[in-house]
């Protein structure tokens, strides 16, 4: 789903750290770096002030809607102190920021990155990452497409692959740091930070404790494209996706949105705390409750993260940990990019030539591989294309033109033209209208099928999912790609996975037809 199989080449970071100003308890410097070529990260790392001997352990911060520069405001940040939720009114507006100093005063080094579409990451745009809502005909082509098109959809290329990457390349970053110490690496973030959390534990071995807060769910699973791919979540859920972690240490809190669940049985904490326990490592996972807050990564959660990572990482901190008030940061503070490092170019001509440079990338690593690794990469991907093993020729059956898997209980009505003498091979012909596309309004085969014939060969052809006779309309078709986003009905991208329990016509409409191309395939076979 993330387009990261295999997994692309760590290019050189080209990391730049300059800017460095400071608060009591720790610095901050600015940080860029490529985690493609020509595709900057841009965030800000903090570090203690006075930091102890040796190697410290280190922190990676996705930090989810909002982006680092959220700011509750003077009255906002009045009414969080007034419900409890935050403690100071200057350093408590932004408590993105609030999170990592606190961490860097606790003795780690801690690295806040920004999303596309937030703060200095601006290559690609806020509305193309997090607002998407329709189509783009002109961003269709064999040769130059931009994201949510057919081709980029595809070769599953999409905001939260290339998020999930970044988050890989951060990680490397971090680690190659000369203060950190590469086996003592965290991650937390909150809300779409906590889905890029509950993604790089996932997909990434090297975090030894998250607390991917206020997305760990079975309920919403994330409303916004950049938390959503084709693919992701079918058949399972961000509950499963998290449980992935295990044994390593994991905490994460239920609020008053749709983590609230996470309590009851049956609906997710309890399910992954049974499976930490197979491990002996019960108590390695836990779910505070903080109902009495609405979705938030406030104080309160952040103390208990604090607290487990105080725990889990060695720091040795007498506990209670409390937060600290400090000075908010200055505009030219905040801003990576200035004069003497200017942004890098952006926009829609910068889309079409990262979308065409991870193509060609993929391309290549395929054409590296032997013929042995090749054939088993592609086999690997197909299954999880297909969401099944492959069946094989003694699975299927041909009788009286229907082709059939019997123990899936599926059947697709299969045309078979025999040339005028023995067939000396075998085509199969796939056309937009299945069996009908083989013949025209006269009912006389068209003249691609006739030269094939002419030629000797054998011409196979079915109704492929939803083609022909067994197809839905194409205004249903068109309603199923209607996804709702956070209560709202939006236009999301044509093969884009929904929620799970939802309509998701296109990744079925992939599947199926790919497992009927493979029982063709099979049939071919057996008229050899």
Request: with cysteine; net charge positive; hydrophobic share 40%.
């Given at each position: 789903a993330t387009g990261l199989y295999p997994l692309p080449p760590k290019t050189p970071l080209n990391a730049v750290i300059h800017g460095k100003f400071e608060r009591p308890g720790f610095t901050v410097e600015k940080v860029?770096?490529?985690?493609?070529?020509?595709?900057?990260?841009?965030?800000?790392?903090?570090?203690?002030?006075?930091?102890?001997?040796?190697?410290?352990?280190?922190?990676?911060?996705?930090?989810?809607?909002?982006?680092?520069?959220?700011?509750?405001?003077?009255?906002?940040?009045?009414?969080?102190?007034?419900?409890?939720?935050?403690?100071?009114?200057?350093?408590?507006?932004m408590p993105k920021l609030a999170r990592n100093a606190?961490?860097?005063?606790?003795?780690?080094?801690?690295?806040?990155?920004?999303?596309?579409?937030?703060?200095?990451?601006?290559?690609?745009?806020?509305?193309?990452?997090?607002?998407?809502?329709?189509?783009?005909?002109?961003?269709?082509?064999?040769?130059?497409?931009?994201?949510?098109?057919?081709?980029?959809?595809?070769?599953?290329?999409?905001?939260?692959?290339?998020?999930?990457?970044?988050?890989?390349?951060?990680?490397?970053?971090?680690?190659?740091?000369?203060?950190?110490?590469?086996?003592?690496?965290?991650?937390?973030?909150?809300?779409?930070?906590?889905?890029?959390?509950?993604?790089?534990?996932?997909?990434d071995p090297r975090p030894v404790v998250g607390f991917p807060n206020g997305m760990v769910s079975s309920s919403m699973q994330g409303g916004c494209t950049c938390e959503n791919a084709s693919l992701l979540r079918i058949g399972t859920g961000n509950v499963e996706l998290a449980a992935l972690f295990a044994p390593r240490p994991q905490g994460m809190t239920a609020a008053n949105d749709w983590t609230k669940e996470m309590l009851v049985k049956g609906k997710g904490f309890y399910e992954i705390q049974d499976l930490y326990a197979l491990y002996g490592k019960k108590d390695d996972v836990i779910c505070p409750d903080l109902l009495r807050f609405p979705h938030n990564y406030n104080t309160v959660s952040r103390g208990h993260m604090y607290s487990w990572f105080n725990k889990h990482l060695g720091l040795g901190i007498k506990e209670p940990i409390a937060e600290k008030d400090y000075k908010l940061f200055t505009k030219e503070e905040h801003a990576v990019w200035t004069d003497k490092y200017p942004k890098p170019p952006g926009g829609d001509a910068f889309e079409r030539k990262l979308t065409r440079q991870l193509a060609d990338q993929d391309s290549k690593l395929l054409d590296a591989m032997s013929d042995k690794d090749r054939r088993a990469t592609l086999h690997e991907a197909w299954k999880i294309l297909v969401d099944r093993e492959l069946p094989g020729a003694a699975d299927i059956r041909f009788e009286n033109g229907k082709l059939s898997l019997p123990a899936m209980g599926e059947v697709i009505p299969v045309v078979i033209l025999e040339p005028g003498s023995k067939a000396t091979s075998n085509v199969?012909?796939?056309?937009?209208?299945?069996?009908?596309?083989?013949?025209?309004?006269?009912?006389?085969?068209?003249?691609?099928?006739?030269?094939?014939?002419?030629?000797?060969?054998?011409?196979?052809?079915?109704?492929?999912?939803?083609?022909?006779?067994?197809?839905?309309?194409?205004?249903?078709?068109?309603?199923?790609?209607?996804?709702?986003?956070r209560g709202q009905l939006c236009r999301s991208h044509i093969f884009a996975a929904a929620q799970p329990g939802r309509l998701r016509i296109a990744p079925l409409l992939l599947q199926n037809r790919s497992r009927n191309l493979r029982r063709q395939a099979l049939l071919t076979g057996a008229h050899r």
């Open positions: 860029y770096f490529e985690s493609y070529p020509g595709l900057f990260v841009t965030g800000l790392l903090f570090r203690p002030s006075n930091p102890p001997p040796g190697k410290l352990p280190a922190v990676l911060n996705p930090h989810g809607h909002g982006g680092r520069l959220q700011d509750h405001g003077l009255a906002g940040v009045r009414r969080e102190i007034a419900s409890g939720a935050e403690q100071f009114e200057e350093s408590g507006r606190q961490l860097a005063r606790m003795g780690c080094v801690s690295f806040l990155y920004d999303m596309m579409g937030y703060a200095d990451n601006q290559q690609l745009s806020m509305q193309l990452a997090h607002r998407f809502g329709s189509q783009r005909p002109d961003f269709e082509g064999k040769e130059s497409w931009g994201l949510y098109s057919a081709q980029a959809e595809m070769r599953m290329q999409s905001i939260f692959g290339i998020q999930a990457w970044n988050s890989i390349r951060a990680l490397d970053f971090l680690a190659s740091l000369p203060d950190v110490d590469p086996k003592r690496i965290a991650v937390t973030g909150g809300s779409g930070g906590g889905t890029q959390t509950i993604i790089i534990g996932a997909t199969i012909w796939l056309h937009g209208e299945g069996k009908d596309g083989l013949f025209d309004e006269a009912g006389k085969s068209v003249a691609g099928v006739k030269k094939i014939l002419s030629q000797g060969s054998r011409v196979i052809t079915a109704d492929l999912f939803l083609q022909a006779r067994r197809r839905i309309s194409r205004l249903a078709l068109r309603r199923s790609r209607l996804l709702s986003c």
